[in-house]
């Protein structure tokens, strides 16, 4: 017996030296010490999280539970304000998005030798990063990741790097001609992108503050999401002949941009490409544009006769045109000058964000073709007071009126049968809204919020209601539970001051007894 016990701590001793002191977590990883980790299919380990707060200085261990570091995960090292200096093993091959995104101290970080990807921002917001050296092994470069890093003055590259380039303050992959990141500390108020490049990466100029003019050559087909977001001081821009496709809010938040020129070559846009321009006034193009048609402030896909966006500038009342079948995702994002909107009955689909934050929006009557409406599409018009959705539109999506805030009534299709997640989220002056018979799900904090929501009875068929579906309903006092229920999930904590209806013996009642509510029996 005693030889036996000795094995068994021989073995447990070199499981230990092996395998490090990892304890397996309950979403597939594993900890050990101030690391999570995943181990990969390969062999190999990812670093998913960091939870060492206080060491300024780190070394990055080249095995964690017996397994070789091969990446650093998205966001893992993402928020520590307190890492100074770090440093990377040779092993690791890939650094995913954002993983030292906002370490705000970094000075220094020493990238391995045989690091091949840096994915999208993955040093964003390291403002006292200045310099870096990138090794001859990288190939891949996703979105900025020295966007934000406003002290950074120099990236080193080896005069014969095989994928990268530093042409003046300007990082480019060389196979695919594209300009990677701009050095936001150049500070020079007007810049040429060099002629060749062929790609304006996302966010490549994002937050270039100083910028004021920039010239884009003819060999520019594609400006990527985000590529000039944040250039407050643009004022006016000169797409170049031989662009092909603009990226979504490729110009986001140039507050000073008055002025745009599209030329006959772009074919492809993206969502609003222009949100947030508070100046912009004027869109330049041919009238006879092979793609696009410039009217009344709006700017219009004709092939698939789309709204892209309105000027933010645009208003008090916006008429869209007949023959106008999809309202794009943002196209009228931020617009709050505009207090009513005439949508023609041709209209078919409201994507995600199309009235987002249009805040003396008061009128707009959807019209009876109307099939989808978007997520979030018309969150936060605070001087909304009425909805009534057609008949016809079947297909609503998450957080579609959420913080309404002076929404009253809305009208639901009859047909409808799921309510999503955040529908109503905080619609604190909801009085009134009809929950139709043939829903069977109403989403997660659907009704968060309703504070002016006094009675409602939900529908015989309806048979889960998700997590806090009805939380910080305040001045609800009655609320009809069917027998249909089978499910609810936390979906009215500290309500104790409801009548709650329900049927003798259904899911319902012991919920409600369980939970110690006050129930009632119709």
């Known amino acids: 017996m005693k030889r036996r016990w000795t094995l068994a701590i021989v073995i447990t001793a070199l499981m230990v030296t092996c395998m490090g002191f990892s304890i397996a977590l309950a979403d597939g990883g594993y900890e050990d010490g101030n690391y999570h980790y995943l181990p990969l299919p390969d062999g190999s380990a990812m670093i998913e999280r960091y939870d060492g707060w206080t060491a300024s200085q780190i070394v990055i261990p080249d095995q964690i539970g017996g397994l070789f570091v091969s990446e650093i995960g998205p966001n893992a090292f993402a928020d520590h ?3 100074v200096s770090v440093s990377l093993p040779d092993t690791i091959t890939i650094i995913a998005s954002n993983a030292f995104d906002r370490c705000i101290s970094i000075r220094e970080i020493v990238l391995p030798d045989h690091l091949t990807t840096l994915g999208d921002y993955a040093f964003a917001g390291c403002m006292t990063l200045e310099r870096i050296n990138l090794p001859d092994s990288l190939k891949y470069v996703s979105a900025n990741p020295f966007w934000a890093c406003e002290k950074l003055k120099e990236i080193r590259i080896s005069a014969s790097h095989p994928a990268l380039e530093m042409i003046g303050s300007a990082l480019c992959l060389k196979p695919e001609r594209k300009l990677v990141t701009y050095l936001v500390s150049d500070g020079t108020a007007s810049y040429t992108i060099p002629e060749g490049i062929e790609v304006v990466g996302a966010g490549a100029f994002r937050d270039c503050k100083k910028l004021k003019s920039i010239d884009l050559p003819m060999s520019v087909q594609l400006i990527e999401q985000y590529a000039f977001a944040g250039c407050d001081a643009l004022t006016v821009i000169t797409l170049p002949e031989g662009l092909h496709l603009l990226g979504q809010h490729a110009f986001e938040n140039c507050s000073s941009l008055r002025s745009v020129t599209i030329p006959n070559s772009l074919m492809m846009i993206g969502v609003n490409p222009f949100i947030g321009c508070s100046k912009l006034k004027d869109i330049m193009m041919d009238a006879n544009h092979p793609a696009f048609d410039w009217q009344d402030g709006m700017l219009y896909d004709r092939t698939e006769k789309q709204l892209i966006f309105c000027l933010k500038t645009a208003g008090p009342t916006v008429i869209v045109r007949e023959g106008t079948e999809i309202l794009g995702s943002s196209a ?6 505009i207090e009513a909107v005439l949508l023609p009955n041709s209209l078919k689909a409201i994507k995600a964000h199309a009235f987002y934050r249009c805040d003396r929006l008061k009128a707009i009557v959807l019209p009876d073709e109307l099939t989808s409406i978007g997520a979030s599409a018309f969150y936060d018009c605070g001087q909304l007071e009425e909805m009534i959705v057609p008949e016809s539109c079947v297909q609503l999506a998450e957080g579609i009126f959420g913080e309404c ?21 905080d619609c604190m002056s909801l009085e009134e809204v009809n929950i139709p018979s043939n829903v069977t799900v109403i989403g997660e904090y659907a009704f968060y919020g309703c504070s002016n929501l006094k009675r409602l009875v939900l529908p015989e068929g309806l048979e889960r209601i998700d997590f806090r579906a009805f939380l910080s309903c305040s001045g609800l006092t009655d609320l009809t539970l069917p027998a249909s229920i089978t499910e609810i999930d936390e979906a009215f904590p500290w309500q104790n001051t409801v009548l709650y209806h329900v049927i003798p013996g259904s899911f319902a009642e012991s919920y409600c007894k369980e939970e110690g509510l006050k129930v009632v029996y119709d």
């Open 81 to 83: 304000e307190e890492l």
């Open 332 to 337: 009228f994002s931020q617009c709050n000058q």
């Open 405 to 425: 805030i002076s929404l009253k009534k809305v009208t639901l299709p009859s047909n409808l049968d799921f309510l999503w997640s955040y529908l109503f989220y």
